[in-house]
């Protein structure tokens, strides 16, 4: 048999079912793997290996009293949560010094549809603080590395979770996207990422959802665990703001290996951002991608940009102010990093008036978008500008709102889709010489996840399976 880090999700879970595997086996394989490699990886900011053993012990009780017919779909599958998101009794730190010592009152509405559908978690992944930049370094632990060469960035701000994906230390995780955050670590972790639909994905109970760019969705080696971990996330509660139309099928899962038909495929490759210049190796891969997909019978047309430059310091200044909703004490305002508390006194300096005329911008940007991807089944672009960046490139520089320009011409292209609350993913179509992995983004109608789903699945059919069974030197 392979190592249980080998089997993907699904198969961890059909292991369960026929007895083949146990969850304490499988809970107890990747805590090893976490005790051994996460002190050079920097995946996890907190282990829950006493919890996790109680949860697989009480899903093997389960199993042997249970019809295999009546149990949750994920059972005995571990799944990390992000440090963004609340675990009862778990501390959540938000990446940030500053909360240190808080412990999650409750559960997000989230978490415990996960627990629901048979998940085990290992622990809480990394992520920057208060989930703001697109790089995993704080003053928590050591800054978070892609397995594929860590002397690299794992991106961010699901930072961790990309990371324990990729170097086989959980099979899947939950991670959170307000301006590319799962889409920018499954780029440079080489691995398949949804940013669901806006409101496909509840935040309740207490994280509010407002302007609607932010929401969980999965990280995974391949579509199939990305679809049935979305299956499981997918909810909604009184209150939300957003809701997204149920799949036409019934369930994400059903468009996995399901035949897209032939599609009409937009793409651009010229970013919003001014200055941000796209590195040559992503320029192959968007070619690559693009090569892929007319070989599978798809027309590929060139489009405009549907979002300009002018849009920019209207999102600047929404990011500003969501910088300043965690609340900080005073006297634990110098724990900040300084790109935070750069962020945060913007942000408090802009009024409501110009929040909410930047928001009403971009909602007529939107609009006018729209028109133009609603003709398309799905708009192909990079991901992000560049190969994965050595870590601390983003702050070698002098002074914070460097940092701040280095982010945006790095990841200019996811955050348009967390503007126009459509679905996007990330596939890991393609490796540099040496080596490094270089994702190409899909963005589909909203609501329409299932078409990006199925033509995943197709184009990672064609390439070989699980995008060649590519593995990272840590495997």
Known sequence: MAHIHDLTALEQAAAVRTGELSPVQITEHYLERIERLNPRLGAFVTVTADRALVQAREQEARLA???AEDLPPLLGVPIPIKDLNFVK???VHFGSAAYEGFVAPADDSMVERLRDAGTIMLGKTSTPEFGMPCYTETYLHEPTRTPWDTTRSAGGSSGGAGAAVAAGLAPAAQGSDGAGSIRIPASVCGLYGIKP????????PIMPDLAGLSTSG???RNVAD???????MAHNNPGDLYHAPAPALGSF???AGRDPGRLRIARFATPAVPGAEVHPDVLAAYESASAVLESLGHEVEEIAPPFGPDVVPEFVKMWFSFSCMHPVAEELEPKLRPLTAWLRERGHAISAPEFLQAQSTLQLATRFALLVTDAYDAVLSPTVTQPPVPVGW????ESPEETFERMMRFAPFAAIYNVSGQPAVNLPLYWTPDGLPIGVMLAGRYGDEGTLISLSSQVE???????GDRRPPVW
Do not use: T
Not at 226 to 232: G, H, K, T
Not at 394 to 397: G, I, S, T
Not at 461 to 467: D, L, N, P
């Open 226 to 232: 990305a679809a049935a971990l979305l299956d499981a």
């Open 65 to 67: 009293a249970g019809d």
């Open 253 to 255: 899962s059903a468009y």
């Open 197 to 204: 639909s806006r409101g496909r994905i509840s935040s309740a």
């Open 394 to 397: 983003f702050e070698d520089v």
């Open 461 to 467: 059919a064609s390439v070989g399976g699980f995008w």
């Open 218 to 220: 999965p990280l995974a």
């Open 89 to 91: 009794d778990v501390p």
